[in-house]
């Protein structure tokens, strides 16, 4: 069975402060690995998809990398702004079928 | 413009009761999705229909029926609403399956 796991489950960075954030997988036959913002209140918004190991995408202080077991998001120098859930999602090849991690609640403090 | 809407927002209702959410997005999708999410945050896909077709119905209860009269509405029913059924729900839509999935503000269902 597909599986995600996303760690820390919160995750508390004074401003400024770099880190990075884990989602390890299982999956037979990876399509695409997802990372999705969520605000409290509303609903997941999409921020990067990577398809193969190796590959790495970014969006100004964010940057996803993939490998064959794992992804990381990478936040540089944060800011309060970057507080959400962040979440992390496979999809498989043989359905299309989209699996959630819970999430790791970030929280950037001035 | 909001690419995802779904109505209501919030909805407070009794055990036993039949309610509708409503979703319609208008970014030319030809796949739209439900999606649960429960007390401990988890994602979990409901149905998915492309072109008016189901194609992916997880374990979910039969008092749950989307309903679609075209491929830009996806219509979620709920016969006799149980305790269980208070989660947040999320309609999501994208082009063909496989690829981004874009998710409405969610319905916050309550049932008492």
């Known amino acids: 069975e597909d599986q995600v796991t996303q760690s820390p489950e919160a995750l508390r960075l004074q401003e400024g402060e770099s880190s990075s954030l884990n989602c390890s997988y299982t999956?037979?036959?990876?399509?695409?690995l997802f990372w999705y913002r969520q605000d409290p209140g509303k609903g997941p918004e999409f921020l990067f998809t990577?398809?193969?190991a190796g590959e790495e995408k970014e969006k100004e202080r964010l940057k996803a990398t993939l490998t064959k077991k794992e992804s990381f998001l990478h936040i540089t120098a944060p800011k309060p702004e970057d507080s959400a859930t962040y979440l992390c999602a496979v999809q498989a090849r043989r359905n299309n079928d989209m699996r959630f991690g819970a999430g790791t609640r970030l929280t950037v403090k001035p | 413009d909001t690419a995802v809407s779904q109505t209501p927002k919030y909805l407070v209702t009794q055990m036993g009761n039949d309610k509708s959410i409503k979703c319609e997005q208008n970014l030319g999708h030809d796949t739209m999705y439900w999606y649960k999410q429960d007390s401990k945050k988890f994602l979990k896909i409901m149905f998915s229909?492309?072109?008016?077709?189901?194609?992916i119905n997880e374990t979910v209860p039969n008092r749950f029926s989307p309903k679609s009269p075209d491929k830009a509405h996806l219509n979620l029913h709920i016969n006799s609403l149980e305790l269980g059924d208070s989660a947040v729900y999320f309609c999501a839509s994208s082009l063909s399956s496989g690829n981004t999935i874009y998710f409405g503000e969610g319905s916050w269902l309550t049932v008492v």
């Open positions: 229909y492309n072109n008016k077709e189901l194609i």
């Open positions: 990577l398809y193969s």
């Open positions: 999956v037979s036959g990876l399509r695409g």
